[in-house]
């Protein structure tokens, strides 16, 4: 079973940075990809950045300059560094994972963690 535990959500001020971080847990192929979404109240789910097992990358439009998507194969997480937060991106960010499982290569997720809460204030 794949898990995913993020870590990094918080308060911060307009103008500043964050920096997200996501671990999988459970028995998972090296060739998996990884990624980002937010959901803001009242909005849909929408992506951030996506992250494929070779390091290409993928962004959202709404973070597009601002958020660099980056992982650790040897540690099964992937990363999200926000710059110059501003009070619309308040949101509940989920990381993502889609791959394989390592004994059977059958395909897993796609997986959700449970989101980290990234408050910013004016």
């Known amino acids: 079973q794949v898990q995913l535990a993020e870590s990094g959500g918080g308060l911060v001020q307009a103008g500043g940075s964050l920096r997200l971080s996501c671990a999988v847990s459970?028995?998972?192929?090296?060739?998996?990809?990884m990624g980002w979404y937010r959901q803001a109240p009242g909005k849909q789910r929408e992506l951030v950045a996506r992250?494929?097992?070779?390091?290409?990358?993928t962004y959202g439009d709404s973070l597009k300059d601002r958020v660099t998507i980056s992982r650790d194969n040897a540690k099964n997480a992937a990363y999200l560094q926000m710059n110059s937060l501003k009070p619309d991106d308040t949101a509940v960010y989920y990381c993502w994972f889609s791959g394989y499982d390592a004994g059977t290569y059958s395909p897993l997720g796609p997986v959700w963690g449970q989101g980290a809460l990234v408050t910013v204030s004016e």
């Open positions: 992250i494929s097992n070779s390091g290409i990358t």
């Open positions: 459970g028995s998972i192929f090296s060739r998996s990809n």
